[in-house]
């Protein structure tokens, strides 16, 4: 047989592949019942952690779900789920202490709920179905309530099948300010990606997942799927410029509400890092001008604007559609005039990640003594009924080994990475400190609540047990976690009364 022949055959193979994968649902019905350890006896979640406003002031949302069709520029419209008609969701602002009670009301055919990303709140509110609650079906309600604590930039977004729902738009941003804000003018932008082009999609979901999981980069193996980047809804012309005088310095949070990380590049010497995942960070003046962020996180930046032209912060070139997430940095004096096309992103010098600068405020001074020791290796498989899927310790959820605390335990979690995508780690209700990358301690930890693991790469976090409930600890890109990538925190002394699946139809 010459190349030739040997080349077609490698690609009637991966395509019937790929055919075979897109055929066989992940969604399976087979195993929708939490493992046994979680029905044991003791004290129903329901019955622990509530909290209430006593003497605080209290801030009251609404938030309806509902369908609408969103103009992402002007010539793209989605079909989206939106909270409040818009994507992203009306964001929510209120004050560190404040008694927050946010009204979901449900207007979608779908059940939906949500979860309050990078929160400390008591079990009951976290938003996840089937384990916190049961989901809100259409033309129902739910109400939210808790205490804002640690002031921060978060995020909510439905956590019902949520590879779905939060890819159809069903997220905004949460914002818990300072009692003395140090910054007088901020901005918050929402990271994410759409599949504008239908046909596109369907084309492209049979190749992404192979070529996804072959390309090496670790990139999420849906990348292929989608075809436009959006920074708070909007792409390329359609993004708000931020105007900003010259020397004037502003808090931008940047969420990344999207299932691929972004690379932003600021103009040199003008960003430094002061916040991940809620958490301040120490100052070290950091002279990086590219921002990675993984799916889920958050970071927050310092940004001084140079000078009177306009200037831009934009996706790295590199990146495929690249030139729709370029934020316009206008000045009026200089008649906050700029051409889209126009703007150049310039290339960087050096990046800094979610985990480049330590803590302010750390949860260990030391690396403690653990309680509970628990190895969670990430990794792919296939699975004759469901294709490909993602594993936590060779196992897809529900049938993943939990992690069993009890209250007070300190809890050390080694994460390695044995496949080849990134897989950005989630823990609900708790954060965790990052003590070692690859084996090395970190000088200055960091807290958090997300660990972007990539391929060979291994952590080691600690966290104490102290907020009692059952408690997600998953992979943000959440198709992953729809196939599979999915444990719980499992506190020994309460259960959850709620199901997988059944009636609500509650898919975590
Ligand atoms: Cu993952």
Not at 150 to 157: C, L, V
Request: proline share 5%.
């Amino acid at each position: 047989m010459n190349r030739k022949w040997v080349g077609s055959f490698l690609i009637i193979l991966l395509l019937a592949f790929d055919v075979w994968l897109f055929f066989n649902s992940p969604f399976s019905t087979s195993k929708q019942t939490l493992p046994a350890e979680v029905k044991k006896d003791g004290t129903s979640i329901l019955d622990i952690g509530n909290q209430e406003a006593g003497s605080r002031s209290v801030k009251k949302f609404s938030l309806t779900a509902q369908e609408k069709e969103w103009q992402i520029n002007a010539d793209k419209s989605v079909s989206a789920w939106t909270y409040n008609g818009t994507v992203p969701g009306e964001p929510l602002r209120v004050t560190e202490g404040d008694f927050v009670k946010v009204h979901l009301k449900n207007e979608l055919n779908v059940p939906v709920t949500i979860h309050w990303h990078g929160m400390i709140l008591p079990n009951q509110m976290d938003g996840v179905p089937g384990l916190t609650q049961d989901a809100v079906q259409p033309g129902e309600s739910f109400t939210y309530e808790f205490i804002a604590n640690d002031a921060g930039t978060y995020w909510y977004h439905s956590h019902q099948h949520s590879s779905k729902q939060v890819d159809k738009g069903l997220y905004g941003a949460f914002i818990i300010e300072e009692d003395a804000p140090a910054y007088q003018q901020e901005q918050t932008y929402m990271l994410d990606e759409w599949a504008v082009n239908q046909d596109k999609q369907n084309l492209t979901n049979m190749g992404g997942m192979m070529m996804g999981s072959m390309s090496g980069d670790g990139e999420a193996d849906t990348k292929q799927m989608y075809d436009t980047l959006t920074v708070n809804g909007k792409s390329g012309e359609a993004i708000e410029p931020l105007k900003m005088d010259a020397g004037e310095t502003a808090r931008l949070r940047f969420v990344n509400a999207g299932y691929q990380q972004h690379r932003l590049v600021f103009p040199e010497g003008s960003m430094e890092v002061i916040a991940a995942d809620g958490e301040k960070v120490a100052s070290e003046g950091s002279s990086s001008n590219m921002l990675e962020i993984a799916p889920g996180e958050r970071i927050d930046v310092a940004f001084t604007k140079q000078g009177e032209e306009t200037e831009v912060i934009g996706e790295d070139p590199q990146t495929q559609n690249a030139q729709d997430m370029k934020i316009p940095v206008v000045s009026e004096s200089n008649g906050d005039s700029y051409a889209y096309n126009q703007l150049s992103v310039s290339s960087a010098s050096s990046k800094v990640t979610g985990t480049s600068s330590g803590s302010e405020d750390v949860l260990f001074k030391e690396t403690p003594e653990s309680d509970v020791s628990y190895h969670m290796d990430l990794s792919m498989g296939m699975d004759m009924g469901e294709g490909m899927v993602f594993q936590i310790n060779n196992k897809v959820f529900p049938d993943t080994p939990l992690i069993p605390v009890s209250e007070g335990d300190v809890v050390k979690v080694r994460i390695t990475n044995s496949g080849r995508l990134n897989h950005p780690m989630h823990l609900h209700g708790h954060r965790f400190q990052v003590a070692s990358k690859n084996g090395e301690a970190y000088e200055n930890p960091i807290v958090k609540d997300l660990i972007h693991v990539k391929p060979g790469e291994e952590y080691t976090i600690y966290f104490k047990a102290s907020n009692r409930g059952e408690w997600l600890f998953h992979c943000h890109d959440n198709n992953h976690a729809d196939l599979g990538m999915v444990t719980i925190v499992d506190y020994q002394s309460v259960y959850s009364p709620f199901k997988l699946g059944g009636e609500n139809n509650n898919q975590p």
